[in-house]
Structures are given as structure tokens and as C-alpha cells.
């Protein structure tokens, strides 16, 4: 059966080796689609929500506050305000007249209940169109308060998940840079782009600590509106999912002079590589360094090591699909699939550029299928085609893979295991096996091709 893949779609959809790397990425999404990707506004949240003492108060109606703390899995170490989803819950009546009011209302109403240290106003689709004037009602607030009440821009259909990455980190610009009391180590690092799900920012806090770095903020994992406020002081920023704050870091080296390195810290390859990096980058000021990054690497690695390779000769030969948010963790899981045996079949992200797209056509083997903001439709067809054991994505990928009878594991922001660093990459491979293995798959057989 030949591959249902809409007229429009077509160059999004690329087999390796049949052509000419060629694939169209960075476009908005075909309509009949039924993209996967999420809308502007869940693209700025899942940047910001993990900012732990800000109130995050959704400006639109109620359905799109269901983007909250409950389907993403970001802890915190100390406030839980993010925990709570607040909306200012337009109705008919605001749409006629405008819910400038009733924003402000609620801003005065929540910030003396909750105290918090900021709020991040989003506005979404319906304040997009009637066009209420939140920048000003913000600043209003913000000036009777005494706290940053801060806009973001992210109207559901105003671009694609990127463009509320973006919208993210102009909100995040806002606060960045003032607050400059108080000493900074000269071996000091952000780490941008990790969101402390299940806890991975503290296992890679860790590592910087032993290697004798301080870690001025995390953006925004466990994130702390003072420690944004002065990670213009930090002498290095280290960007995680090369999507979302991209951007950021990009401001930051021009606004600052802070220079920034990609970094994955998913397999023990990567991870090893993010702390060489490091070390590397303070090495002129403080030589034993690099002893200390190669004394944790090989500590970690010996540790996990020989379990890793208990999960490889039982997935050995395994087939597997990966579809998640960014292109970048996509490089990682490859890398870690490798290193368990198991040969990726088809590959695709949301928010994928072309440069992305082509490291992954370079790392897959003849044959593997790339894809840019794919639909159920194609995703279940190469399931079906390629025979594959194991799905990896998020939320909206795990009942494509249970219907089609296919072993999944979650590597999005509803995780509840860590996954990132030397011990999240042991429990990777035995979450893969305990998935991909089950006796279940022997009550749900695979569709036919
Ligand atoms: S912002 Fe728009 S597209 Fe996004 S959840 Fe709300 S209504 Fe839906």
C-alpha cells in the first residue's frame, strides 16, 4: 500500500536513499492534516510553566487552560505555583465587549492570594482576535503591584509551536538582566531548555557541582524568577533542546556577551560529551577540570554500564519509530537506540529545521523515513510498513503505537521517570525493554501490511 500522504505534504516526507536529501520543514501545517503538533500558545507554555514561584494566568477560554502542570511532569524543589492553572475564562459576553476587565480583575484578585514572585499573562487564540490590549493592562498591573506582570504573545493560530517558543523567550528577556547584586562564581553556567522533568535538572545540576561549576539558573526547569534575573552574570549558557530557547541564548551572547554550546544530556555518550564541553570551555583558568569531568564520566559509566548491556541482548535486532518535539533529541535517541542494538526505521520532530533534518538523514541508515510535523495517518502507515517493536514520543503518539500493537515509551514533557543523564539512560533502556518486551504484545496482534 502506498504511503497516504497528502498532496501538500509530499516533500515533507523523506526515505533515505531513494533520492537527494530534499525535505520542507519549517512551514505551517497543512489543513486535513491533523498535525501533531501543538498550537503557539502550548509552545510558550511548555517553556515558562516549569518557572515555579510565577502565576501563570491563561487569558482566553477555559479549554486551552487544559495545557497545565497535570499532563507535564516539571517539579519543583521548593514553590508550587505552577502547579495551578489559572484563566480568566472568556465567555460570549467578553468576546462582544473585550476582556480587558476582567484581566485585570483577575490579576488584582490572584496576586495577593498567591504572592508571586511574577506573572506571565498568555494570551490565545480568542484575545488574538478581539484584540484586547493586554501589554497595557500588564503594565498597569505590574506598576500597582510592585511585580513583572509579563505578556506573552502566543495566539494559537498566529505561526506554529515554535512561535511560542519565541514568544517564551521575549517574555523571559523581560526579566533576564536585572538583578545584579550579589557574587557569581567565574565558573558559572545556565542550562537553557531543560525542564527539571522528573527531576533531570537536579541529576544535571549535580554533575556541574562535583565538577565545581555553580549553576546560576535553569531556564526553566525548578526556575526561580530571582535566579533569572541575574543569569546575565553567568559566564557560559548551555542550550538543551535546541528548539525552544534557541533564541534566548542567542540574546543573551549579543546583549551580554555570554557565549552558548548545544548540549544533550540523553545517553552516555552525550552526556559525556556536554561535561567534556564544559571543562573544556574553563580549562585555561582551572586545568584540573577536565581531570574532574573524566573522573564523574567514568564513575557514572561503570556504574550503569553492564546493566545497559543486559538491555542489549534482549532488544538486539528491534525495530523502532521516533516522533518527538524537537530534531535534536532525536540525534541522542539514535545514539542511544545504537548503542542497545536497535535500528531506527522512522524518524521524525515537530519543530525541525532543515539544518536538523539533514544531521538526521546523514546518522540513518539506507531506507529509514524522516518526517517534518506528521499526522496519525503517515505515523501509523510506517509503523505498519517498517514492522517496528518500539514507538518513541509523547502524549499524542502513545495510543497510535497501543492500537497498532507496538511497544512505546514516553520521552515528552508527561514523563514521570527521568531519563536525562548516566542513570536516565539505564532507566531509558529498561523502560524500552519493559515496553518493547512485554508478553501484552502477544494478545494485540499487529495490523497486517
Ligand atoms: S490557543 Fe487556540 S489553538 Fe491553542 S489551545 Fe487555545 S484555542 Fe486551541
Not at 523571559?172 to 538583578?179: E, Q, R, W, Y
Request: proline share 4%.
Amino acid at each position: 500500500m502506498s504511503a497516504p500522504i497528502l498532496k501538500d505534504r509530499n516533500k515533507q516526507v523523506f526515505e533515505k536513499g531513494k533520492a537527494a536529501f530534499d525535505l520542507q520543514c519549517d512551514r505551517k501545517s497543512v489543513a486535513g492534516s491533523v498535525s501533531q503538533r501543538a498550537c503557539v500558545f502550548c509552545g510558550s507554555r511548555v517553556v515558562l510553566y516549569p518557572i515555579a514561584d510565577a502565576l501563570h494566568l491563561v487569558h482566553g477560554s477555559i479549554g486551552c487552560a487544559s495545557y497545565t502542570w497535570d499532563i507535564r511532569g516539571s517539579v519543583s524543589s521548593g514553590p508550587e505555583l505552577h502547579r495551578l492553572c489559572f484563566s480568566t475564562d472568556l465567555r460570549e459576553k467578553d468576546v462582544v465587549y473585550g476582556g480587558e476587565k476582567k484581566l485585570a480583575a483577575a490579576i488584582r484578585e490572584l496576586v495577593p492570594k498567591h504572592s508571586p514572585k511574577a506573572v506571565f499573562v498568555y494570551s490565545t487564540c480568542i484575545v488574538g482576535v478581539i484584540g484586547d490590549d493586554v501589554d497595557s493592562v500588564c503594565k498597569k498591573a505590574g506598576q500597582e503591584l510592585g511585580i513583572p506582570v509579563i505578556p506573552v504573545h502566543s495566539a494559537g493560530f498566529a505561526g506554529t509551536k515554535k512561535d511560542g517558543y519565541k514568544a517564551a523567550c521575549t517574555a523571559l528577556s523581560k526579566i533576564v538582566g536585572t538583578d545584579d547584586s550579589g557574587e557569581v562564581s567565574p565558573f558559572s553556567i545556565n542550562i537553557l531548555g531543560e525542564f527539571n522533568l522528573a527531576g533531570e535538572a537536579w541529576i544535571i545540576k549535580e554533575y556541574y557541582r562535583r565538577m565545581g561549576i555553580e549553576v546560576v539558573s535553569i531556564l526553566t526547569g525548578d526556575g526561580r524568577i530571582d535566579d533569572i534575573r541575574r543569569s546575565h552574570r553567568a559566564s557560559l549558557n548551555l542550550v538543551q533542546c535546541s528548539g525552544s530557547l534557541t533564541t534566548m541564548a542567542e540574546e543573551m551572547k549579543d546583549k551580554y556577551g555570554i557565549p552558548y554550546k548545544r548540549v544533550s544530556y540523553f545517553g552516555m555518550e552525550d552526556v559525556s560529551k556536554a561535561l567534556y564541553e564544559v571543562a573544556d570551555f574553563f580549562s585555561e583558568e582551572d586545568p584540573m577540570m577536565k581531570e574532574r569531568a573524566a573522573e564523574i564520566v567514568r564513575e557514572e559509566v561503570s556504574k550503569y554500564l553492564p546493566a545497559m548491556q543486559e538491555c542489549k541482548t534482549k532488544l538486539e535486532g528491534m525495530k523502532c519509530a521516533i516522533y518527538v518535539g524537537g530534531a535534536f533529541k532525536a540525534f541522542s535517541l539514535i545514539r542511544i537506540l545504537r548503542t542497545l542494538g536497535v535500528d531506527v526505521v522512522l524518524v521524525g520532530s515537530q519543530t525541525g529545521n532543515r539544518q536538523d533534518y539533514e544531521q538526521l538523514a546523514s546518522m540513518c541508515d539506507p531506507g529509514t523515513v524522516i518526517v517534518d510535523d506528521s499526522n496519525p495517518m503517515e505515523l501509523s502507515h510506517y509503523i505498519v510498513e517498517k514492522d517496528v517493536d518500539l514507538f518513541i514520543g509523547g502524549v499524542k503518539e502513545r495510543p497510535m503505537a497501543f492500537k497498532l500493537g507496538v511497544g512505546f515509551c514516553d520521552h515528552n514533557h508527561e514523563r514521570k521517570t527521568a531519563l536525562a543523564g548516566f542513570e536516565g539512560t539505564l532507566n531509558f533502556a529498561n523502560e524500552v525493554c519493559a515496553s518493547a518486551l512485554s508478553p501484552v504484545w502477544r494478545f494485540a496482534p499487529r495490523r497486517k501490511k
